[in-house]
Nanobody
Framework: QVQLAESGGGLVQAGGSLRLSCAAS????????MGWFRQAPGKEREVVVA????????YYADSVKGRFTISRDNAKNSVSLQMNSLKPEDTAVYYC??????????????????WGQGTQVTVSS
């Protein structure tokens, strides 16, 4: 298994920036895609960004394109999410996840096998 731990959440005003980090431990020798999901109160969990094992393929939800950037460092077993120009609509609990699915960039939450505990991101207007 892979254990994931997120950090970097917090409170920020609209237009501000945050950087989320996710550290992986355990079965880190296995290849896995990684993604960030978020869930706001009363909303379904949705994919925000995802990245393949190699880092060569990425996915960005339309709502965050141009504002969020995902990157991973396999040597450090970590993945980061740089969030710029934050909006109140970005307020949610953000989860880091790892997938052992064979598709390079899984987009569905059920394709992910390991999850972090989540970190709260709150954007004030």
């Amino acid at each position: 298994q892979v254990q994931l731990a997120e950090s970097g959440g917090g409170l920020v005003q609209a237009g501000g920036s945050l950087r989320l980090s996710c550290a992986a431990s355990g079965r880190t020798f296995s290849r896995y895609a990684m993604g960030w999901f978020r869930q706001a109160p009363g909303k379904e969990r949705e994919v925000v960004v995802a990245i393949s094992w190699s880092g060569g393929s990425t996915y960005y939800a339309d709502s965050v394109k141009g504002r969020f950037t995902i990157s991973r460092d396999n040597a450090k077993n970590s993945v980061s999410l740089q969030m710029n120009s934050l909006k109140p609509e970005d307020t949610a609990v953000y989860y880091c996840a790892a997938s052992f699915a064979r598709t390079p960039v899984p987009l569905n939450h059920w394709s992910y096998d390991c999850w972090g505990q989540g970190t709260q991101v709150t954007v004030s207007s």
